[in-house]
């Protein structure tokens, strides 16, 4: 038995057996450097999922590592008992950088952890206690985590949280009017509204939504969606949580936060995965009026570890140093532009969408019927190119690309490359009939 064989078989045995794993046979991946992973066996892969949107600035980026190496040397652990300063200066660092008025931040490991907080949080400002979600989302694996989830293969146990209703998302491909963007008088929005009426008391807690829907299939709403929502919110006296684990810190282009895309503010943001490049760090980002709100005592063993603190710092302080903002964007824009040639190329993409280094693609047979066979097909084929990619959608069929932030042009060409020989290598079947 090879090693690797040797873990894969640990893997099995020691493991729960719905830990998933892409591949009808997983490499086991030994170090990361930049935009590459390799595995045991010394393959080479391109990344161009990032950990699931998590690392923003490369594998083992040296200022990441020398950085968490100098803090693991002085200080590991502490719990929020106790004050530490890489706690506090990035507590200040997110202020700043957060639209609006959020200057105030609790910290955790997970996004599941952080949306749970938010929750929570606008549970006890409002003292109301339902919630607005959306069809095709994804929140997390805790119970309030999974009854915010709209995605059957994520909502499992069968016993959720009640009080939580799930509104029609702006799902444009598949939108469930029947409709076609821009003729379409934003029903999904408007919808909203006679949800609350009708399945609510008339007095919501918070409407709770990703910018981009990320294990959705990177759902993007039309410019106008969330202005008219956050109105009919608003009527009804309900905040916005806005759930940022995926779109949050440059994934999207040029802003710090998916929503300013939206030009709406807010009124607690939670993030994770990419906030540090790796590490386990989570927020929950509100107003001072709101954090105060919460009324009695609270902890967070591991939220705002000192090292995982350090491993933010450092990565917001590359994101920006760089201007990896602007580099999102455009390289983003290189790797729509492919996409969508590809999408001309083979019928068999249904729908191009995403924005920044977040993009998606839907792949379909005739009259818009999910293939996720194919992408299974896609996948193989990448990943014999040494290509790595993501999946996602209610039915598998949607492939999310979301490099690091700090992939290059040549890259960008390289993946593209290996994405148009995977559709190629479909046959007859990459085009629909």
């Known amino acids: 038995m090879t090693h690797r064989e040797e873990i894969l078989k640990k893997q099995r045995d020691y493991l729960y057996p719905s830990v998933a794993t892409y591949y009808d046979d997983p490499p086991v991946m030994e170090r990361g ?3 590459y992973l390799y595995d045991s066996e010394g393959e080479r892969y391109l990344d161009f999922f990032g950990g699931i949107l998590t690392v923003s600035v490369g594998h083992c980026n040296p200022r990441v590592t020398e950085r968490v190496t100098e803090q693991v040397k002085k200080l590991v652990h502490t719990s929020t008992l106790y004050v530490t300063e890489p706690q506090v200066l990035l507590a200040e660092r997110l202020a700043e950088i957060t639209p609006g008025g959020l200057s105030q931040t609790f910290f955790t490991n997970s996004g599941t952890e952080a949306d749970e907080t938010a929750v929570l949080t606008a549970q006890m400002f409002t003292d109301r206690q339902e919630i607005v979600a959306l069809r095709h989302s994804y929140s997390g694996r805790s119970m309030l985590a999974m009854s915010l989830t709209a995605h059957h293969n994520w909502r499992i146990g069968g016993t959720h949280i009640a009080g939580i209703k799930h509104a029609h998302s702006p799902y444009c491909y598949r939108c469930a009017f029947g409709r076609e963007y821009p ?3 934003l029903e999904c929005a408007e919808d909203i509204e006679e949800l609350i009426q009708t399945t609510t008391s008339g007095k919501i807690a918070a409407f709770f939504a990703e910018p981009i829907q990320g294990v959705g299939g990177f759902i993007t709403p039309p410019p106008e969606y969330f202005a008219r929502v956050m109105e009919i919110i608003k009527n009804y006296g309900g905040l916005f949580i806005c759930d940022e684990v995926q779109t949050g810190f440059g994934r999207t282009g040029d802003h710090w936060f998916g929503i300013e895309h939206w030009g709406v503010q807010p009124d607690i943001i939670t993030c994770a995965k990419g906030i540090a490049n790796g590490a386990p760090m989570a927020a929950t980002v509100a107003t001072p009026e709101l954090a105060s709100a919460w009324k009695g005592k609270t902890i967070s063993t591991f939220g705002g570890n000192p090292v995982s603190s350090v491993a933010a710092l450092a990565t917001l302080d590359e994101i920006q140093e760089r201007d990896l903002l602007t580099h999102s964007r455009v390289n983003g824009d290189r790797l ?14 249904g729908d191009v969408r995403g924005m920044g ?8 047979r005739a009259d818009k019927v999910p293939a996720g066979d194919l992408v299974d097909r896609i996948f193989e084929q990448s990943r014999s190119k040494s290509l790595l990619i993501g999946r996602g959608g209610l039915y598998g069929n949607v492939i999310r690309i979301s490099p690091p932030l700090v992939v290059k042009s040549d890259e960008v060409d390289e993946a593209l490359e290996i994405l148009d020989g995977a559709f190629a290598s479909l046959g007859a079947d990459a085009h629909v009939g």
């Open 33 to 35: 450097q930049g935009m």
């Open 183 to 185: 003729n379409c008088d």
């Open 336 to 349: 729509r532009s492919g996409l969508e040639a590809l999408r001309e190329k083979y019928s068999v993409i």
């Open 357 to 364: 280094l977040m993009q998606g693609i839907e792949v379909v």
